[in-house]
């Protein structure tokens, strides 16, 4: 079973919608967890961190769910410049650094 | 702009070749890691140094050579490479090793074998 698991879309969405990508992880014991955007051809680049309280930066809101092994990714009211695609990191005991193959999501006109 | 530069952006060379690909960071981060990114896979981790000592060598391949000289600087040296091995290669840099430091990321280095 892989570490770490995201569905990888295409995720097309209009202008506006609220779009949600989830990620889950297999080690319960894992610490760690960060939400990275990268754009085509370029290097990822850190998003937010994901906290068990949940934690919120401006249209994105990031949530831990440790009970079922997720973490999510809640974009609202979606914009072009959103259209890359979304790594979920998640980070195991040693401080191994697990990342998702990538979700991608297209913003349409 | 990045604080983690990495030269060059892009590098083709012959399976007899030898380079090096160089990262250099701006942060004042103590631990630096090297990665490799092939495509529709996830990133794969293949060495990390903190305080300039290797610390991690996921079972990476002897043609690939790290070398961290200081805490601004990484170099991976190539010697005899894959075709398989063609990928983007990045770099990233932490405040240092530990638990939770989130990365941050240079341009990275595409990477083709012939």
């Known amino acids: 079973r892989k570490e770490v698991e995201q569905d990888p879309g295409p995720f097309n969405v209009p202008e506006g919608a609220t779009v949600a990508f989830n990620c889950t992880y297999s080690n319960s014991a894992s610490q760690s967890f960060f939400w990275y955007r990268q754009d085509c051809r370029k290097e990822p680049k850190l998003l937010m961190s994901?906290?068990?309280s949940g934690n919120e930066d401006g249209r994105f809101t990031a949530q831990l769910n440790r009970a079922s092994q997720y973490i999510s990714l809640l974009i609202r009211d979606s914009k072009l410049s959103d259209s890359a695609t979304y790594l979920c990191?998640?980070?195991?005991?040693?401080?191994?650094?697990?990342f998702g193959t990538g979700t991608s999501l297209t913003v349409i006109p | 702009e990045t604080g983690v530069t990495q030269t060059p952006r892009h590098l083709v060379m012959g399976m007899t070749n030898k380079k090096s690909l160089k990262c250099e960071q701006h942060?004042?981060?103590?631990?630096m890691y090297w990665y490799k990114q092939s495509a529709k896979k996830p990133l794969e981790l293949m060495f990390v140094y903190s305080l300039e000592e290797r610390v991690e060598n996921n079972s990476v391949p002897s043609r690939f050579s790290p070398e961290c000289p200081n805490s601004s600087h990484l170099f991976l040296h190539l010697h005899t490479l894959q075709p398989e091995d063609s990928a983007l290669y990045l770099c990233a840099s932490s405040q240092d090793s530990g638990v939770g430091q989130p990365q941050h990321f240079g341009d990275g280095t595409r990477l083709s074998i012939l």
């Open positions: 994901v906290y068990s």
């Open positions: 942060l004042g981060h103590n631990a």
């Open positions: 990191v998640v980070i195991s005991h040693g401080n191994q650094f697990y």
